[in-house]
């Protein structure tokens, strides 16, 4: 199924959707009219107060879309500040010219009605000035905001000026008018008004506020057989309408169908027959990849023990058939979508049962499984994509990369081999090896090189030559804080890690002498120890390839990446319990 057509299906279960020619949208500011078209009162309908204060969704009538950034378009019965009012906190250097526009539409599209509501509105119209927002009731944080009319016999009932039966038949019969030509939907299979423009989709991180578009055409190079715009791809107005609809709201803030990947703002729905199976796909999907919000969030609506036994279960490896039977065959998609000048690229899309993207995240989480492990054992993917970017930060992840990887997950496929490069530049750039870069070298060379070297934890009989000087490589490290004690301006791992991962030739015969030079001083110390360094450093050196020079001119990217994993564990070996370390000891004897 097209991305479009799971989205067009996805309307159907929406709670609350709004019908064909409406829209959710922000509300902020009710003005409550009298009959004779004056001013009863001015309601501020955010939530919040203060700088926290938000609009509330409300579905509202829109027409077809019209980019108002170049144009002016007004809305139906409502709209910003600026149309409906003629007031705004910006510059407004077309405000008069809106708020005329927003005049003259209404005065033509309702000037026959007879509705008394209808006739107070077009009343508050003739009489309104710009200048009256300057006196109370009204306030200057209610400028830009989007507003709606009542009559304020109407308005505690919370009935609005476009919630009235003759608004509702006007606009249906205005909102039909001027209907593209009839074509079969490539979306519905069903003959209807082809949809020149699609409406925006607003919500998307980075992406413009006003909205950006997934379809359009607006270049020559785009057209086929001389159409213009939706004409090149006969998608009717009520699928454009449907899809964008149920695009929207799952882009929402706090719809619980959304997440963000990277650059990729991702969302989530699932399509099933069983009543609850689909809720509670989507309410599982998030806590895989997201924080512990989500897993909160997860536990306030299923229960917080069946959430727990069922998570502990899957990130085990158990099969989501014998957790769960009714999830298995839940039809489930997974859309990633970034900002690119005012339209929309789509990172991923992924479209299967549950059980499979369940058996998908399994192997991801036996793929990054490592010891010691981190403090928080299963860390959301956006923690694994900060240690690729410079300074840890978000914004700096490399554009694609973490549409990519997700993309691998969910399908089961290769990772990207972006994210090795990517690990590897930020490991020598810092020297710092911590327990998410050394588990994404673990899920990298299983999964991309078949690796049987890349082990979950130290690997005493490992004789790859990257792992082995890894392992060296912590050792000299190791022998120099023995000597020196920790508080040293710069180990060798800050001087030498990248060099010695790369061209290890050039770096280790200095090391080694510089060893011997430590351990003498290890030894005036501490003559016991001495003999155990020297012992672990013959042990390694021992599983060398004889005859051969120990120390290879450069290693490759696979060879580099269990550098790294054999110095993960190494190094973490030193940090064992005296009881975890005599069983390790013995391992290794």
Avoid at 89 to 100: F, I, L, M, S, V
Avoid at 377 to 384: G, K
Avoid at 412 to 436: F, K, M, Q, W
Wanted: glycine content about 8%; some cysteine; proline content about 6%.
């Amino acid at each position: 199924m097209t991305i479009l057509s799971a989205l067009a299906r996805a309307y159907d279960r929406l709670p609350n959707a709004p019908p064909f020619g409406y829209s959710s949208e922000k509300i902020g500011v009710v003005v409550g009219l009298n009959r004779d078209g004056s001013v009863a009162s001015v309601t501020d309908w955010r939530d919040g107060e203060g700088r926290k204060a938000r609009p509330r969704p409300m579905p509202v009538p829109v027409p077809q879309p019209v980019k108002r950034t170049a144009g002016i378009a007004p809305n139906f019965l409502w709209d910003k500040t600026s149309y409906a009012l003629g007031v705004t906190a910006g510059e407004g250097r077309r405000t008069a010219d809106e708020h005329r526009a927003f005049v003259e539409r209404h005065l033509g599209d309702l000037g026959e009605s007879d509705d008394p509501g209808l006739r107070a509105f077009l009343s508050f119209l003739t009489a309104w000035s710009p200048e009256q927002f300057t006196v109370s009731p009204w306030q200057d944080d209610m400028k830009d905001q989007n507003v709606v009319f009542a009559l304020e016999s109407d308005r505690r009932a919370n009935i609005f000026l476009h919630d009235r039966p003759a608004a509702r038949t006007l606009w249906e019969r205005l909102s039909s008018r001027g209907s593209g030509r009839e074509e079969i939907c490539l979306v519905r299979g069903e003959p209807g008004a082809v949809a020149r423009l699609h409406p925006s989709i607003k919500g998307v991180w980075g992406a413009q506020s006003s909205g950006a578009a997934l379809v359009s055409f607006n270049l020559d190079a785009f057209t086929s057989y001389g159409h213009e715009q939706g004409d090149n791809a006969s998608v009717s107005e009520a699928a454009a309408f449907a899809y964008t609809t149920a695009l929207n709201r799952f882009l929402e803030r706090d719809s619980g169908h959304r997440i963000q990947i990277g650059d990729a703002s991702t969302v989530f729905w699932a399509d099933a027959s069983e009543a609850g199976a689909a809720e509670e796909a989507e309410m599982l999907f998030p806590v895989f990849f997201d924080t512990v919000d989500q897993e909160q969030e997860a536990e306030e609506k299923i229960g917080a023990k069946r959430i727990r036994e069922r998570l502990e279960q899957i990130r085990k490896g158990v099969p989501l058939e014998e957790v769960e039977p009714n999830l298995g065959k839940v039809q489930f998609y997974v859309l990633g979508l970034a900002p690119n000048a005012a339209r929309l690229s789509i990172r991923f899309f992924h479209s299967g049962n549950f059980g499979e993207l369940t058996r998908h995240y399994q192997q991801f989480v036996s793929d990054m499984r490592i010891e010691p492990p981190p403090r928080e054992p299963f860390p959301p993917l956006w923690r694994y994509l900060r240690e690729t970017a410079v300074l840890g930060k978000s914004e700096n992840v490399t554009p694609n990369l973490a549409g990519e990887w997700m993309r691998s997950i969910l399908s089961g496929t290769h990772y990207p081999l972006t994210l090795l490069s990517s690990v590897l530049t930020r490991i020598r750039a810092d020297g710092e090896i911590n327990v998410l870069r050394a588990g994404i070298l673990k899920a990298l060379l299983i999964r991309n090189f078949k690796s049987k070297e890349a082990s979950v934890a130290l690997d005493p009989a490992n004789t790859n030559k990257g792992y082995l000087l890894g392992r060296l490589f912590a050792v000299y490290e190791h022998i120099q804080a023995a000597a020196l004690g920790p508080k040293v301006n710069a180990t060798i791992k800050d001087k030498f890690y990248g060099s010695a991962s790369a061209q290890p030739r050039k770096v280790f015969h200095l090391l080694e002498s510089g060893s011997a030079n430590h351990l003498s001083k290890v030894g005036k110390q501490k003559p016991g120890y001495k003999v155990v360094l020297e012992k672990r450093v013959g042990a390694i050196m021992e599983l060398m390839s004889p005859g051969a020079d120990p120390f290879p001119a450069s290693l490759s990217a696979e060879d580099q990446a269990l550098f790294g994993l054999g110095y993960y564990h190494q190094r973490n070996e030193f940090f064992k319990k005296p009881a975890e370390a005599a069983v390790s000891r013995e391992t290794d004897a």
